[in-house]
């Protein structure tokens, strides 16, 4: 309703004149093109083509894009209106889709690869459960003792999978695989191992380094790095710091952590990012990262397809009262 309000450009510029604005806004996105007919998760698309090319065109005209090695200095400045773009994983359209619009743009953005998932096709665990969920012909499931009571599928699957989802990045990783094996079980479905069509290959991971987007570590396999024993943590990180080096021959200097909440990590993962030499890790859960914020912790904000264009202005011309509410 507030972003309905101010959907008129004169009042919101009034209103965000009336406001100071600090800081650094980073706008998080997935994958950017038509979910409609996915098999997997469908909460991942972050735009269509269409919309993401209208929100790089707003912030271009309303905004100053920085590169993720330029916030440091952006925080110490406190009249700016600083945006970064950030992607997550690694998807197909990220060079397909979003890197074309970027270059039209001549925008920068950062590209935090999973790099298990480039080197391997991984199906992963959130495109599994929902392609599972979608496509079993169960009428309920039972997730006893994780979810109590039945789960009734019918026709309102999407919010079944966010459910479960949820539940899910809340798991101990000890309870991961039994309960997956429940799922399959319920659902009558195995998820494969790899999948094809889905992920960019090092190729064009280099075609978005040689077009000036910076590329970033997000671990392996993607695990919840605060559920894994500190050997395993250690493992991942580095892991993916080694294949970003053998790659693309750039030491990983930034990191944005899987899932991102602010229990996804923890002071040991992130003394174990700086040992690493990692100088900026990105969460996932709001906020406008600040001069106050530390440097392993930067706050980030989700771009969504339910954030439409009047909720996605008011939140980069007003991130003091949008941001928040986005991420909750």
């Known amino acids: 309703m507030a972003a309905k309000l101010l959907a008129t450009p004169g009042l ?27 098999r997997y998760d469908r909460g991942l698309w972050s735009a269509s ?7 790089v065109g707003f912030l271009k005209h309303n905004c100053d894009i920085i590169g993720l090695d330029d916030i440091a200095d952006a925080l110490r400045r406190p009249n700016g209106r600083y945006v970064a773009i950030t992607f997550d994983d690694g998807y197909l359209d990220n060079h397909d889709i979003a890197l074309p619009v970027l270059r039209h743009h001549r ?16 199906l992963p665990w959130w495109d599994a459960i929902a392609m599972q969920v979608r496509e079993s012909a169960s009428a309920a499931l039972d997730l006893s003792p994780w979810i109590p009571g039945p789960i009734i599928l019918g026709q309102h699957r999407e919010a079944v999978i966010r459910r479960i989802l949820a539940i899910y990045k809340d798991l101990p990783s000890g309870q991961t695989v039994p309960f997956r094996a429940r799922l399959a079980d319920e659902t009558g479905l195995e998820a494969p191992e790899t999948v094809e069509g889905q992920w960019m290959d090092w190729d064009m991971v280099r075609a978005l380094a040689r077009a000036g987007m910076t590329i970033g570590g997000h671990t392996v396999n ?20 080694l294949r970003l080096r053998e790659e693309l021959g ?28 990692v100088a900026q890790a990105f969460s996932f859960y709001g906020g406008v990262a600040r001069a106050s914020s530390a440097p392993l912790d930067l706050q980030r904000v989700p771009v969504s397809e339910d954030t439409g264009q009047d909720l996605f202005r008011a939140m980069v011309q007003l991130p003091q009262m949008f941001c928040r509410h986005l991420a909750a």
């Open 49 to 55: 083509a269409e919309g993401f090319d209208a929100q």
């Open 12 to 38: 919101r510029r009034l209103v965000a004149a009336a406001l100071p604005h600090d800081g650094v806004l980073v706008l998080n996105y997935h994958r950017v093109g038509n979910s409609s007919h996915s």
């Open 250 to 277: 750039i030491d990983m200097t930034h990191f944005a952590y899987p899932v991102g909440g602010p229990t996804a990590f923890d002071n040991e993962t992130m003394r174990l990012l700086g040992a690493a030499g």
């Open 222 to 241: 993607h695990p919840i790095l605060s559920s894994l024993a500190l050997d395993d943590q250690r493992a991942e990180i580095e892991g993916c710091a």
């Open 107 to 122: 925008v920068p953005a950062a590209f935090f690869i999973a790099t298990g998932f480039i080197d391997r096709n991984l």
